[in-house]
């Protein structure tokens, strides 16, 4: 299984990125998909997670900004981020949780705001 994140880049703050992570496998099903992101000499921090029906979770410091999509037929998940802050500057992981908890991590994308 592979997870391919895209979608990062330089945006001012205010502006709006989406994120997308596809998860390579014809016979991968997985529970949850999600967004941790890390800010060098920092702390992994989670974003957002959706389980397969659509149950979503946020960090408090997103909610209202970020929203958490996925297409189970594509096993892709997106982020779209919207209002963008500075504080949002990190490196975005998307990762797939199996229904037995195993995880698998994309390579990560950039994000870059600038004030």
């Known amino acids: 299984v592979q997870l391919q994140a895209s979608g990062g880049g330089l945006v001012q703050a205010g502006g709006s990125l989406r994120l997308s992570c596809a998860a390579s496998?014809?016979?991968?099903?997985?529970?949850?998909m999600g967004w941790y992101r890390q800010v060098p000499g920092k702390q992994r921090e989670g974003v957002a997670s959706?389980?397969?029906?659509?149950?979503?979770n946020y960090a408090d410091s997103v909610k209202g900004r970020f929203t958490i999509s996925r297409d189970n037929a594509k096993n892709t998940v997106y982020l779209q981020m919207n209002n963008l802050k500075p504080e949002d500057t990190a490196v975005y992981y998307c990762y797939a949780r199996t229904y037995y908890s195993a995880d698998y991590w994309g390579q990560g994308t950039l994000v870059t705001v600038s004030s």
């Open positions: 959706i389980t397969r029906v659509g149950i979503t």
């Open positions: 496998g014809s016979t991968f099903s997985p529970n949850i």
